[in-house]
């Protein structure tokens, strides 16, 4: 009998690891110098221990934290007036912003669902996406390689609609749904939507051929912040 395929999971990441990736980038260069500096304060066999929490978002050792804490506590004292404004940013991450399953059409353009129909079906909780508002997965390839298929995105709403030239977001606009590139367009009031897979074709002409929109009428854009890629394990 086969083993059943395990589900892909985002990694959880514990609350004192949240905040201790937050103090470490408020006081590196101020209460010590680098990683293998603080290493040898919080009884690190060497630095490597220290980039695996901060890059690779190893959990910590509770006792690790508190040592930390212990150390450098006069630092920390004079962060009192922040220090609501941390807390909620711990919270936040470790509530994480909300994934929603949405699907694409099976049309040559990729055309999602609206996410306001679903409900969300987890959380990405990770540093670096703390002003993401919500997440979304990849489905289709017109956007390969930079999202592949299959992948979470982390996104952020422009509410403004000043859109970055070149940046990827997610657009809806229309009945349409999608993820595209935005490029200048000829005029001030619209944008190129380009996709990054150029390779496939249909007939003699691109599968995935730029088109134009008015800015107008992009009902709602998010800037994509930070990509997920699933694993093939």
Same mark, same amino acid.
Not at 43 to 48: L, V
Not at 51 to 75: A, M, V
Not at 125 to 138: H, K, M, R, S, Y
């Given at each position: 009998?086969?083993?059943?395929?395990?589900?892909?999971?985002?990694?959880?990441?514990?609350?004192?690891?949240?905040?201790?990736?937050?103090?470490?980038?408020?006081?590196?260069?101020?209460?010590?110098?680098?990683?293998?500096?603080?290493?040898?304060?919080?009884?690190?066999?060497?630095?490597?221990?220290?980039?695996?929490?901060?890059?690779?978002?190893?959990?910590?050792?509770?006792?690790?934290?508190?040592?930390?804490?212990?150390?450098?506590?006069?630092?920390?004292?004079?962060?009192?007036?922040?220090?609501?404004?941390?807390?909620?940013?711990?919270?936040?991450?470790?509530?994480?912003?909300?994934?929603?399953?949405?699907?694409?059409?099976?049309?040559?353009?990729?055309?999602?669902?609206?996410?306001?129909?679903?409900?969300?079906?987890?959380?990405?909780?990770?540093?670096?996406?703390?002003?993401?508002?919500?997440?979304?997965?990849?489905?289709?390839?017109? @956007? +390969?390689?930079? /999202?592949?298929? #299959?992948?979470?995105?982390?996104?952020? *709403?422009? &509410?403004?609609?000043? $859109?970055?030239?070149?940046?990827?977001?997610?657009?809806?606009?229309?009945?349409?749904? @999608? +993820?595209?590139? /935005?490029?200048? #367009?000829?005029?001030?009031?619209?944008? *190129?939507? &380009?996709?990054?897979? $150029?390779?496939?074709?249909?007939?003699?002409?691109?599968?995935?051929?730029?088109?134009?929109?008015?800015?107008?009428?992009?009902?709602?854009?998010?800037?994509?912040?930070? *990509?997920?890629?699933?694993?093939?394990?």
């Amino acid at each position: 009998m086969e083993d059943a395929p395990k589900p892909n999971k985002i990694k959880h990441i514990r609350p004192e690891t949240l905040e201790f990736i937050i103090l470490y980038n408020q006081l590196r260069g101020k209460a010590f110098n680098g990683n293998a500096q603080l290493a040898e304060a919080l009884g690190f066999n060497n630095a490597s221990s220290i980039t695996e929490i901060i890059k690779s978002r190893q959990n910590i050792d509770p006792d690790k934290l508190k040592i930390f804490k212990e150390k450098y506590g006069s630092y920390l004292i004079d962060k009192k007036n922040t220090a609501n404004s941390e807390n909620t940013i711990v919270r936040k991450l470790s509530d994480g912003i909300p994934m929603y399953e949405i699907i694409a059409t099976a049309s040559g353009v990729e055309v999602y669902n609206d996410i306001n129909d679903t409900h969300p079906v987890g959380h990405m909780n990770f540093p670096g996406i703390e002003d993401c508002d919500f997440a979304l997965p990849v489905w289709g390839h017109s @956007m +390969y390689p930079y /999202l592949e298929n #299959g992948c979470w995105v982390a996104l952020k *709403i422009i &509410h403004d609609k000043k $859109i970055l030239p070149g940046e990827v977001y997610y657009i809806e606009w229309g009945d349409y749904r @999608m +993820y595209k590139r /935005l490029l200048a #367009g000829d005029n001030d009031d619209e944008v *190129i939507a &380009h996709s990054d897979n $150029i390779t496939e074709t249909s007939g003699n002409r691109p599968k995935y051929a730029p088109f134009v929109i008015k800015i107008a009428d992009i009902k709602k854009l998010c800037l994509v912040k930070d *990509i997920h890629k699933k694993h093939n394990h």
